[in-house]
């Protein structure tokens, strides 16, 4: 159980294009989703909290209107990489607060989505 | 200032051997602490979770210890095999429901 998805799993785009990449909770119906970016050889930077029915919160120097992010359901949350520029590429990697009472911080991670801006 | 560290940074062990990574914190107050396995390409994947009062979990040939007191956290793999090349990640929550404190992970390539 609690099972994240992602898709797509690789894109690639020319710059100045908008790019949408899904994450699913595909078991589970999560309040809180998260939005991670992750450079080679770095570790997962979050760049913002996706709460479902409000407004995202985002992490300090990650732009809102370049990373817009919708939580429109308990199962779905999208971002989406605006104008997108050859510095945008990376790898993105959702996670969802799970289910599990009593562990409220266990986030199930999805596999990722490699975004490569021309 | 929160903070997660680990070493090495990377290693290289033949098939069959074991090895040890480490982890040290400075997160306060300290709630649990996560080792993660990240395959290549792909997002992290559970391997064990530990509370302050627990200081050893298994789950198969992993087994993480933890050190509350010296805020020292270890993943030993036994009888590695190929398919335990990957990056291993130590992840602390400052609190229930709040940010998880990522380190930078330990790449272990297995080699035959």
């Known amino acids: 159980g609690a099972v994240v998805s992602q898709h797509p799993s690789r894109v690639i785009c020319k710059s100045g294009t908008s790019v949408k990449i899904e994450c699913r909770s595909l078991?589970?119906?999560?309040?809180?989703m998260f939005w991670y970016r992750q450079f080679p050889k770095q570790s997962l930077m979050l760049m913002a909290t996706s709460n479902e029915g409000s407004k995202a919160t985002y992490e300090q120097g990650v732009e809102k209107d370049k990373f817009l992010i919708n939580h429109a359901s308990l199962t779905l949350s999208t971002l989406t990489v605006t104008s997108a520029h050859p510095e945008d590429s990376s790898f993105y990697i959702c996670s969802a607060r799970g289910p599990d009472r009593g562990r409220e911080d266990t986030q199930y991670f999805g596999p990722g989505t490699r975004l490569t801006v021309l | 200032k929160n903070q997660v560290e680990q070493s090495p940074q990377s290693l290289i062990i033949l098939e069959g051997k074991n090895c040890t990574l480490q982890c040290n914190y400075t997160v306060s107050p300290f709630s649990n602490l996560r080792w993660y396995k990240q395959d290549t390409g792909r997002g992290p994947v559970s391997l064990t979770i530990m509370t302050f009062s627990e200081n050893t979990k298994s789950n198969g040939r992993y087994t993480a210890t933890l050190d509350a007191d010296t805020k020292q956290s270890s993943l030993h793999i036994t009888a590695s095999q190929l398919s335990d090349s990957a990056s291993y990640i130590c992840v602390v929550s400052a609190t229930a429901g709040t940010a998880l404190i990522f380190g930078k992970g330990t790449t272990l390539s297995v080699s035959s």
């Open positions: 078991d589970f119906q999560a309040t809180t």
